[in-house]
């Protein structure tokens, strides 16, 4: 049940990238989905957060009005849709899911915002 990240790649700043997380298996509209970032040299930094029926929705402050998370439980997947993304973004974006003390990570893909 481990998720699966894709979208992952190389942009210009200013740009736009979307990524999908999916993780296989009928309970899935039971996690709760966060993606997390990591990059080189620094902590995991939380990104944002659905809940598992798409009612609540949070974002970290550094992607707030430029990512838009959603959810589509049918298709047993989350994207995260990046606009206007800077240089700073660069990292490794991590899928987690989340179900009561239940979580499972994501291998990770790779976003790098260069010119």
């Known amino acids: 049940v481990q998720p699966v990240e894709l979208g992952g790649g190389l942009v210009q700043p200013g740009g736009s990238l979307s990524l999908s997380c999916s993780q296989a298996?009928?309970?899935?509209?039971?996690?709760?989905i966060s993606w997390f970032r990591q990059a080189p040299g620094k902590e995991r930094e939380w990104v944002a957060t659905i809940s598992k029926d798409g009612g609540s929705i949070t974002y970290g402050d550094s992607v707030k009005g430029r990512f838009t998370i959603s959810r589509d439980n049918l298709k047993n997947t989350v994207l995260l849709q990046m606009n206007n993304l800077k240089p700073e973004d660069t990292a490794v974006y991590y899928c987690?899911?989340?179900?009561?003390?239940?979580?499972?990570w994501g291998q990770g893909t790779q976003v790098t915002v260069s010119s």
């Open positions: 987690r899911s989340q179900w009561n003390s239940v979580q499972y």
């Open positions: 298996g009928s309970l899935f509209s039971r996690f709760d």
